[in-house]
């Protein structure tokens, strides 16, 4: 079966810091791979997506940048946070079946 | 992704159904029509997609109307694990997906 690894789950960073954030997926090949973010009380705001390895959509301008160096392997990075980036991060994936996007557990990350 | 429209809230008690409504009407042709629900400080969980047929699974009921424009998420017997907020999302197979504000949803004792 497909499961999503995200890690860590809650992250304290000082502004100025750089971020990574990782996500891998087992048991599938060549998934849609997405990461979203969640401020606080808001909805989902989609950051990036990625059709294969190497290919990089970007959904928003931001401080945040994505790479996807293996099939199934999405990071999340930042080169200097800042107090805006606070959020909840969110890593998923959707093949090519009909059945649903699966979501990671998420990072709780804070930014002061 | 196109925009749906649903109510902020709604309240319903334990045991009975939970009827959320959802609008799509720029739904086209080739989209499905996915059910999300997000419990406090977790992802997204799927619940149930469909294309124009009614759909059931072991979740929830999916009843998409005739012309397509909206759907019905129905939860027969809502518990207060139900409690969440419940995106309707209309995209087609393996695009991005794009979450409104969605549907909070409060079951009571």
């Known amino acids: 079966s497909q499961t999503i690894h995200q890690w860590p789950a809650t992250l304290v960073q000082p502004v100025g810091s750089p971020l990574s954030l990782e996500c891998t997926v087992e048991?599938?090949?060549?998934?849609?791979l997405y990461w979203y973010r969640q401020a606080a009380g808001r909805g989902l705001q989609l950051l990036f997506y990625s059709v294969g390895i190497g290919q990089i959509s970007s959904e928003v301008p931001q401080n945040l940048s994505a790479s996807r160096p293996q099939d199934r392997q999405f990071i999340l990075s930042s080169k200097k946070l800042l107090l805006s980036d606070s959020g909840f991060y969110l890593c998923a994936w959707g093949g090519d079946s009909h059945y649903g996007y699966t979501f990671g557990s998420g990072t709780r990350l804070t930014v002061v | 992704d196109a925009k749906t429209t649903q109510p902020p809230s709604m309240d319903c008690a334990e045991g009975r159904a939970a009827n959320l409504p959802c609008n799509h009407s720029?739904?086209?042709?080739?989209?499905?029509v996915y059910w999300y629900r997000q419990i406090h400080s977790q992802g997204p969980q799927y619940i149930i997609h469909?294309?124009?047929n009614n759909e059931t699974n072991e979740m929830a009921s999916l009843i998409i109307t005739e012309d397509r424009k909206s759907s019905t998420l129905i939860l027969p017997h809502a518990t207060l694990r139900d409690t969440a907020v419940y995106y309707c999302i209309h995209t087609g197979t393996a695009s991005k997906l794009t979450f409104g504000t969605g549907t909070r949803l409060q079951v009571t004792l």
């Open positions: 720029t739904i086209s042709g080739n989209e499905y």
């Open positions: 048991g599938t090949s060549n998934p849609n």
């Open positions: 469909g294309l124009k």
